[in-house]
């Protein structure tokens, strides 16, 4: 059973940092892909980053050079660090996983590709 679930959302200043984590199980770690995605209230959820299989990492252009993406592979965890935040950052932030994809172009995979998710954590930025 696939499990993933997400931690260090918060209330921050603009121009502040914070660090997500999404702990995850019941997944082959070093091959499946994985991402985060963020919705915001009366939005689509949107792929914030994310790494193929092979490793590569994509960004949305609105978060690249302020967000990265890494996983650790002996603690099963994935992470976004997030500076330089600004309140259109705020939503809630989605972990997901998908057995397979590749990242092309430099931009996260479409939503569609990944079939576990977290339950999510929020992300709110004041001005």
């Known amino acids: 059973q696939v499990q993933l679930v997400e931690s260090g959302g918060g209330s921050v200043q603009a121009g502040e940092s914070l660090m997500l984590s999404c702990i995850t199980s019941?997944?082959?770690?070093?091959?499946?892909?994985l991402g985060w995605f963020r919705q915001a209230p009366g939005t689509e959820r949107e792929g914030v980053a994310a790494?193929?299989?092979?490793?590569?990492?994509g960004y949305a252009d609105s978060v690249k050079g302020r967000f990265t993406i890494s996983k650790d592979n002996a603690k099963n965890t994935l992470y976004l660090q997030m500076n330089i935040l600004k309140p259109e950052d705020t939503a809630m932030y989605y972990c997901a996983a998908a057995a397979w994809c590749t990242v092309l172009r430099g931009i996260p995979p479409p939503r569609n590709l990944f079939g576990h998710w977290g339950q999510g954590t929020q992300v709110t930025v004041s001005s």
């Open positions: 019941g997944i082959t770690y070093n091959s499946y892909c």
């Open positions: 790494i193929g299989s092979d490793g590569t990492a």
